[in-house]
């Protein structure tokens, strides 16, 4: 069984960097696009975006400049750094696997990290 | 970006009702819309994909329909475990965009 999970401070200060690092168990990053995807506290979802297991990246626009992704398959691991981060930044932060599959359905979340709390003070 | 508006935001509801959530794209997204159950404190779950693939293991009181621009969530009758949040995400194009959420309350 697919398990991902989240690591990393739970406390940033701001101008600093997040960074976290999901590890996946139980499966192969093969094939699969490998995804972040964070909630402010009482809010919803926001896509940050995901690197494919050679290292493509597709990132959202509206937090490209901040983000860095990348994969370390020979650990079953990838990663997440956001710098310059602000007290807006604080969020719950996911990991987790997206499936694409050619034609209708695309993209979509199978599995998923059980969230990480990152606070950055303001 | 496609904007995905869900409706309502909120909803009451009693055991053994049937309820249907909506989920509309800004633009055309074909069948790539995925629906997730989300209870507090834990990660979203995916219940339905390509707009009408029920998951394994998902039970089938859960279905989703829809084309284009939009789509439905319905749950024929509900049961205890159901009264959380429910979020729409198109899986059409990037970035991918997930709905507001839909509360579900007794």
């Known amino acids: 069984q697919v398990q991902l999970q989240e690591s990393g401070p739970g406390l940033v200060q701001p101008s600093e960097t997040l960074s976290l690092t999901c590890s996946l168990s139980g499966g192969s990053m093969r094939s699969y696009y490998w995804s972040w995807i964070r909630q402010p506290p009482g809010k919803g979802l926001e896509w940050i975006g995901y690197?494919?297991?050679?290292?493509?990246?597709s990132i959202n626009p509206s937090l490209k400049s901040r983000v860095t992704l990348s994969v370390d398959t020979s650990k079953n691991q990838f990663s997440l750094r956001l710098n310059s981060v602000t007290a807006a930044d604080t969020a719950v932060y996911y990991c987790?696997?997206?499936?694409?599959?050619?034609?209708?359905?695309?993209?979509?979340?199978?599995?998923w990290g059980q969230g990480t709390l990152v606070t950055v003070p303001s | 970006d496609i904007q995905m508006t869900q409706s309502p935001s909120s909803l009451s509801a009693s055991v053994g009702d049937r309820v249907t959530i909506t989920c509309r794209a800004s633009q055309t997204i074909s069948r790539s819309l995925s629906w997730y159950q989300q209870t507090p404190g834990k990660a979203p779950k995916l219940l339905i994909s390509g707009a009408s693939n029920l998951q394994s293991g998902v039970p089938s009181r859960f279905s989703g329909g829809g084309s284009g621009t939009d789509f439905t969530l319905t749950i024929s009758s509900l049961q205890p475990e159901d009264f959380t949040t429910y979020y729409c995400?198109?899986?059409?194009?990037?970035?991918?965009?997930f709905g507001g959420g839909t509360k579900v309350e007794i």
């Open positions: 995400q198109q899986g059409y194009n990037t970035p991918l965009t």
């Open positions: 690197v494919y297991h050679n290292g493509a990246t």
């Open positions: 987790a696997r997206a499936e694409y599959i050619l034609g209708e359905t695309r993209y979509f979340f199978d599995f």
